[in-house]
């Protein structure tokens, strides 16, 4: 089976920093994602790491080490329209990605 | 262009009434997925396709929850004698299965309340 863990929620102030982090046990490994959520909305694609490392992409930022089973999602900058939930989601051995239940982030002014 | 989108968005339902739960996928591709998300939860699997071949259903909770992708590309999944447990967003998802990344695009989810 697969358990994937993060913090329920976390707060940060509007310019700041804050990295949300993702913990994993599983059956082979094909990938590790992170989702964005706003409330009553579809989750959207934020990054893909497969590799141990880091991959950057504008103001959000993704960490892989497969060694520790373990990855962050790393927000720069951050603004009030980065108030959601954060979904971290791997996929294993049978390539169906298996999803944490999320961070919800709140951002205030 | 377009992007993965659902039908109905709401829907409710009076315990033991059947629903029936549409997807219509990015044109071209080949994976369909199926998930449930309760309030407060990450999304759940339930399903999966690969063109019209459902190759898992290890995540449909019983046997009231049927799924279909008969031509493969629209999807329905169908509830029967809901039940008040079954109250949910049910989220599709596509990718194209297209190099390694093969990103998941969802739809808006249909929010199901069974009363």
């Known amino acids: 089976g697969q358990n994937i863990d993060q913090p329920t929620e976390m707060t940060a102030t509007e310019g700041a920093i804050v990295q949300i982090n993702c913990t994993y046990q599983?059956?082979?490994?094909?990938?590790l994602f992170w989702y964005q959520q706003h409330a009553g909305e579809a989750p959207t694609f934020l990054s893909y790491n497969v590799l141990d490392g880091l991959e950057e992409k504008g103001r959000f930022s993704s960490f892989l080490s497969r060694s520790k089973g373990y990855s962050y999602l790393l927000l720069k900058e951050l603004q009030m329209k980065d108030s959601a939930s954060y979904l971290c989601a791997v996929r294993g051995g049978s390539y169906i990605p298996t999803f944490g239940r999320g961070t919800s982030l709140i951002v205030h002014p | 262009g377009a992007g993965v989108s659902q039908s109905p968005r709401y829907k409710v339902a009076k315990r033991g009434q059947d629903v029936a739960l549409r997807c219509d996928p990015i044109?071209?591709?080949?994976?369909l997925f199926w998930y449930q998300q309760a309030l407060g939860q990450g999304p759940e699997f339930l399903t999966y396709f690969q063109n019209e071949a459902q190759l898992d259903k290890s995540g449909l909770p019983s046997d009231r929850f049927f799924a279909e992708r008969p031509e493969g590309s629209v999807s329905t999944l169908k509830i029967q004698r809901t039940q008040q447990e079954d109250s949910a967003v049910y989220l599709c998802?596509?990718?194209?299965?297209?190099?390694?990344?093969?990103?998941?695009?969802f739809g808006p989810g249909t929010r199901l309340l069974v009363l």
């Open positions: 998802a596509s990718s194209s299965d297209r190099g390694q990344q093969e990103t998941q695009y």
């Open positions: 599983t059956s082979g490994f094909n990938g």
């Open positions: 044109s071209g591709h080949v994976s």
